[in-house]
């Protein structure tokens, strides 16, 4: 493996201060009965935050529009009980010297109407309309999605009141944010519609609504995806033009930092342009905008994400490629999921070369989330 040393530069945004590049990906975990994350939610991103990861991004937790959550179990961002409990999480990932952020999630028509916490409500959309382009429930109203993005900006403030360091918008993976990105999805002729351009306004209008609510120095991330659950092969943006009038968007409203996910982090985003060893994602959107960016997608395993949930075995990049990327800046930092979720130790594990002790994904032993 190359000198790890890279990863464990220090990085700074705004009020934000980290000593390494190494983030822990938002991964839901289901673990919080009622939707409030009790003491082992606490310790286990505190174990985290204790062995050198630098930033951890929380599960997702979901705003408080009724259909926001498809589970029970799944943190929410609103309720006093679960904000005591976010608070004991950040406390104790502090008292660790760690940093941490809530990722702020609704997850919009991919909850099955009946489920959640709020089985009776109505799943949040664009229009009204699923990924296959079927018209099932009206097309919301203004004042729908003036309170859908009230929401976000809510949790938001309630972050930065209960001592987080900063603040992840999950707008990724085909869920509310990502649905109004979505032509297949966002039908609408209003102004919440349109070309890319116009359909990215609703996250734009998120960001702004949650930047008035924690102040100029509270740093905002935004995750997104050209992928989705519901097509793996989707494109928002397939030209560097389309990508970068797409991401100013988010950069006038205010966003800090772009978290950029990948299936697989060593993909160039543009080949066509720049080659099979040219920029992922991350990397375009960093010379794009000028921002920090994330990259994401089976950093520090040998079989990637989607693959080994078909139970097939394609191989990734080793570690050594993706330091030599971000040592030549193409990004920021890196999320690391699925290795730390297995290894607490993961990034301790690599700071000291101890790269003959970093195991394989298992998901045998991911049914024991320690």
Known sequence: MADAAPLFQPFRCKSLTLPNRIVMAPMTRRFSAGGVPGEDVAGYY????????????TEGTTTDRPGASSDPNVPNFHEREALAGWKRVADAVHEEGGRIGPQLWHVGMMRKPGTGPHPEAVSDSPAGVTHKGKQVQPEPSEEEIADMIAAYARAAGKARELGFDCVEIHGAHGYLIDQFFWDVMNVRSDRWGGDLVQRARFAGEVIGECRAAVGEDFPIILRWSQWKQQDFEARLAPTPSELEAFLNVFVEAGVDIIHCSQRRFWEPEFPEIDGQDGLNLAGWAKKLTGLPTITVGSVGLSSDFINALR???????????????????EFDLVAVGR??????????????????????????????LY
Do not use: M, N
């Not at 607490?344 to 394989?360: C, H, M, N, S």
């Open 46 to 57: 505190a174990r985290r935050a204790g062995a050198d990861v630098g930033l951890i991004l």
């Open 339 to 368: 290795a730390l979720l297995q290894d607490f130790e993961w990034a301790t594990k690599v700071k000291e070369g101890r790269e003959g002790e970093l195991a394989d994904y298992d998901a045998e032993a991911l049914k024991v």
């Open 311 to 329: 139970g097939e075995g394609a191989k990734t990049r080793p570690l050594s490629d993706l330091i030599e990327r971000l040592d030549r800046g």
